[in-house]
């Protein structure tokens, strides 16, 4: 059974910046695409972040292309969201995902509250 568990989340300013991750397990996860999605109450759910199995080509929505960097560390099983420039709008409980565009499985979620 895959198991996702998401860390790093927190209370940034706007402006601020944000490094969240998520740890893989039981299933191979070098194999596989990953990404991030995000929730809000009022967006719903929507994807953020995709990068494919090898790590050598990534995707995002515009909202947050240029801000936003998705890597991944296959030999730590490791999955990563760094967060720049961050707005009031980004506010959201983030997940990762199997899949590239977050059609898998999720984990728990982390959530991130920009705010001054």
């Known amino acids: 059974e895959v198991q996702l568990v998401e860390s790093g989340g927190g209370l940034v300013q706007p402006g601020g910046s944000l490094r969240i991750s998520c740890a893989a397990s039981r299933f191979t996860f070098s194999r596989f695409d990953m990404s991030w999605a995000r929730q809000t109450p009022g967006k719903g759910f929507e994807w953020v972040s995709g990068?494919?199995?090898?790590?050598?080509?990534?995707a995002y929505r515009d909202s947050v292309r240029g801000r936003f960097t998705i890597s991944r560390d296959n030999a730590k099983n490791m999955l990563y969201l760094q967060m720049n420039s961050l707005k009031t709008e980004d506010t959201a409980v983030y997940y990762c995902?199997?899949?590239?565009?977050?059609?898998?499985?999720r984990g728990q979620g982390t959530q991130v509250t920009v705010s001054s």
């Open positions: 995902a199997t899949g590239l565009y977050a059609t898998g499985q």
């Open positions: 990068i494919v199995s090898g790590g050598d080509r990534t």
